[in-house]
């Protein structure tokens, strides 16, 4: 029987990535866990340590605090807009998102049998508010904030696969139209009928 991991060990699992899995640690510490079938080295530079699908289940088994499963999941979230300020300064939080968007072109990397990554995956079309956020605030867009005043906001709609942006500037509005499509999403421009509004609905492209 394979013995349970240590509780360094654990904590090492418990704080990857929660989107792409990638671990951080001492090579020392990575290199174990690949041994013991729980991570894998990227082949690829810059050589990231990535859960195995072993890894993936440890960290799900693992009973844990409340608190701690909710931090675990808090590691990054993209601002849909309309949401409080990030705490932290601007310029670490512009690398934190840059940091995540470029994780999830790893996960696309490595989910796409043909290695594209320039279409969503899986994971992107199951949580499709958060990757579409995270797809314009990593290119640099404003979110609203919590008053709704000003930058995009990202909402869900009744439709399968499919998300809303409204931004008030037009030519902003045309800026995330853009932004989304080259990170590989289907965009129209629509008009709420109602209130004459200008939204983008976007869906993840599969191919």
Do not use: N
């Not at 894998?40 to 050589?47: E, G, K």
């Not at 072109?105 to 989910?111: A, G, I, N, P, Q």
């Not at 909402?155 to 990170?183: I, N």
């Amino acid at each position: 029987m394979t013995r349970p991991p240590t509780a360094a060990q654990r904590r090492l699992i418990e704080a990857a990535d929660p989107v792409t899995g990638r671990l951080r640690g001492t090579p020392t510490q990575l290199a174990e866990l690949v041994r013991r079938g729980l991570a894998f080295r990227h082949p690829r530079p810059p050589h990231d340590h990535f859960l195995t699908p072993a890894g993936h289940r440890t960290r799900e088994a693992e009973p844990e605090p409340v608190e701690a499963k909710a931090s675990a999941r808090e590691v990054f979230a993209a601002r849909v807009g309309g949401d409080d300020p990030v705490a932290g300064a601007e310029a670490a939080r512009l690398r934190e998102v840059r940091g995540a968007w470029q994780g999830m072109l790893e996960l696309r990397r490595m989910t796409h049998r043909d290695g594209a990554t320039d279409r969503p995956c899986a994971w992107e079309r199951s949580h499709l508010v958060q990757a579409a956020a995270l797809a314009l605030e990593a290119a640099g867009h404003r979110p609203a904030d919590a008053d709704g005043e000003g930058g995009y906001r990202v909402r869900e709609t009744p439709q399968p696969e499919a998300v809303a942006v409204y931004e008030p500037d037009g030519a902003a509005l045309r800026a995330c139209a853009a932004t989304l499509e080259s990170a590989g999403w289907q965009v129209g421009e629509h008009t709420e009928p109602r209130t004459r509004v200008r939204y983008l609905l976007a869906s993840p492209r599969r191919a």
